[in-house]
């Protein structure tokens, strides 16, 4: 069982940059592939960036390439997810997730924190 508590979410302007924390519980986290999602209003979630357990494999969505980066301290439980250049597209409800295997689709994943909202003023 992994419990996963995301902070770091806000608002912010256009340009601006922010970074996500996700803390997860339990002395397995190393095993896990690390991902992010979000969820914008009226859509649905869908995925950011993805961190194998090693932190050897990274994958970002397209439209957040050389913008976003995931990283991860298996020594501190956490996985982080660095924001630059914020839009205001970006604005949703973020949400960490954890699995054993690295997927870009949402239901593959078991474990998933309760979410922070980032909002992009423009």
């Known amino acids: 069982q992994v419990q996963l508590v995301e902070s770091g979410g806000g608002l912010v302007q256009a340009g601006g940059s922010l970074r996500l924390s996700c803390a997860a519980s339990?002395?397995?986290?190393?095993?896990?592939?690390m991902a992010w999602f979000r969820r914008a209003p009226g859509k649905e979630r869908e995925f950011v960036a993805a961190i194998n357990w090693s932190g050897g494999t990274t994958y970002a969505e397209d439209s957040v390439k050389g913008r976003f980066t995931i990283s991860r301290v298996n020594a501190k439980n956490t996985v982080y997810l660095q924001m630059n250049s914020l839009k205001p597209e970006d604005t949703a409800v973020y949400y960490c997730a954890a699995d054993l295997l690295l997927s870009r689709v949402p239901r593959n994943y078991d474990y998933w924190g309760q979410g922070t909202q980032v909002t992009v003023s423009s």
């Open positions: 339990g002395p397995t986290f190393s095993r896990y592939t």
